[in-house]
């Protein structure tokens, strides 16, 4: 199955700024979703990214606050911006293996404190 | 409205005992249901179910679907106490996914 490298695994930020997380895949894959998990919360989709293709986003999430970048077919980034301690989850990217058996592979997930 | 609803949202058990999970969803354009196991923060995937009645199997852990009556279960025999997580299940529908909130396993020595 696909290995993701997801960065940074954890931070702090102030309210205000802005952070990008990154994820770098191991092998070319068409779709990487991001996902934002609050504490006592379900996994929440929050966009879907295609290579040379605008993000798709869910319901309650906009480009403005949430840009994403999908250069290529292996990396995709997601900011986070303006933020504000509601924004304090932990932010996973997933990709979707195409394979009957293997499903999705999850990136092991940012953990982000807005203080 | 779509969802997917996870019982018992928790449980503590003794190692040995076997465990059912339950999974029931309301969607609309079913593509497959999901189990994943989280510890600390990333989910990891155990089974997908896409056809009703074909248990899959992986050590002590299976899982079967039935897709007449929107549910899926998840059995894990003879627990450990490294079984013991968060146990996430996701019904995919085209591009979207519905996770539920979890049924959180602790497994007491």
């Known amino acids: 199955s696909a290995v993701i490298s997801q960065k940074p695994s954890r931070d702090i930020c102030q309210r205000g700024t802005s952070l990008t997380i990154q994820c770098q895949v191991d092998s070319q894959v068409t779709m990487m979703f991001w996902y934002r998990q609050q504490p006592g919360q379900s996994l929440t989709l929050i966009a879907t990214?295609?290579?040379?293709?605008?993000?798709?986003?869910e319901s309650g999430f906009v480009i403005d606050k949430f840009p994403i970048s999908r250069p290529n077919l292996t990396f995709s980034t997601l900011t986070v911006s303006n933020m504000s301690p509601e924004d304090s989850s932990i932010y996973l990217c997933s990709v979707e293996e195409g394979s009957e058996y293997y499903g999705y592979t999850f990136g092991s997930g940012t953990r982000l404190t807005v203080v | 409205e779509d969802k997917v609803v996870q019982s018992p949202l928790s449980l503590v058990v003794h190692e040995g005992d076997t465990v059912t999970l339950n999974c029931s969803y309301e969607?609309?354009?079913?593509?497959?249901l999901l189990w994943y196991k989280q510890e600390k923060k990333a989910p990891t995937f155990l089974f997908m179910l896409t056809s009703s009645g074909i248990e899959k199997k992986s050590g002590r852990l299976s899982s079967i679907l039935d897709k007449k009556e929107l549910f899926s279960i998840l059995n894990i025999t003879a627990t450990q106490t490294g079984d013991s997580a968060v146990y996430l299940c996701a019904v995919e529908t085209g591009n979207q996914f519905y996770f539920g909130t979890g049924t959180s396993l602790t497994v007491i020595p």
């Open positions: 969607v609309t354009n079913f593509r497959s």
């Open positions: 990214a295609n290579q040379g293709s605008e993000a798709t986003y």
